[in-house]
């Protein structure tokens, strides 16, 4: 079965960092572009960082642009985001995403979710 599980998520103070692992299985990982999704409380879904595009760039938000970085791990199958100089707004539910592309177009596989908690 496909499995995308999230780990790292917590409790941090303003200005701290924490860092958010993915484990996928299940899957030809090189067919999937890997992003990490969030959502805020009370806020739609949104796209954080991750692959994308059709030359498969790492993109991030605007609102994380500096503070966050995107790394994937094709051997051991897993993706992370490093996250510093986190902010109240910054917390979220982080999901984990496998965009399939190639011969797996059309296929999106989705993580349960870590929670991620920015305060003092």
């Known amino acids: 079965q496909v499995q995308l599980v999230e780990s790292g998520g917590g409790l941090v103070q303003p200005g701290g960092s924490l860092r958010l692992s993915c484990a996928v299985s299940?899957?030809?990982?090189?067919?999937?572009?890997m992003r990490w999704y969030r959502q805020r409380p009370g806020k739609e879904r949104e796209l954080v960082a991750g692959?994308?595009?059709?030359?498969?760039?790492?993109t991030y938000a605007d609102s994380v642009k500096g503070r966050f970085s995107f790394f994937k791990d094709d051997a051991k199958k897993t993706v992370s985001l490093q996250m510093n100089s986190l902010k109240p707004d910054d917390t979220a539910v982080y999901y984990c995403?496998?965009?399939?592309?190639?011969?797996?177009?059309?296929?999106?596989?989705w993580g349960q979710g870590t929670q991620v908690t920015v305060s003092s």
């Open positions: 995403n496998a965009h399939g592309v190639f011969i797996a177009r059309g296929r999106d596989y």
């Open positions: 299940g899957v030809t990982f090189t067919n999937y572009q």
């Open positions: 692959i994308s595009g059709v030359r498969g760039s790492t």
